[in-house]
């Protein structure tokens, strides 16, 4: 189970995801927006989670269902 994420930027972005009550569980700060980023969700209980992309001081969220 991955997800795979490329910005299409040379700018740095971060790469955050939090479970449905807000904890993070996952981060990845200043990476290369330009390369596909592999994240690993195995560890992943199923549920409900939410991708927060950082870029320029702007923010996008999507949400991911992860089913087992």
Request: glycine content about 4%.
């Given at each position: ?29 200043d990476?290369h927006?330009?390369t ?17 992309v ?15």
């Open positions: 189970d991955f997800i795979y994420i490329n910005c299409n930027t040379e700018q740095l972005v971060d790469l955050i995801i939090k479970d449905i009550k807000g904890s993070t569980i996952f981060s990845l700060l990476t927006g330009a596909t980023q592999n994240i690993y969700l195995t560890p992943f209980s199923q549920g409900v989670y939410f991708l927060e950082r870029l320029n001081n702007k923010k996008q969220v999507y949400k991911i269902q992860k089913l087992n």
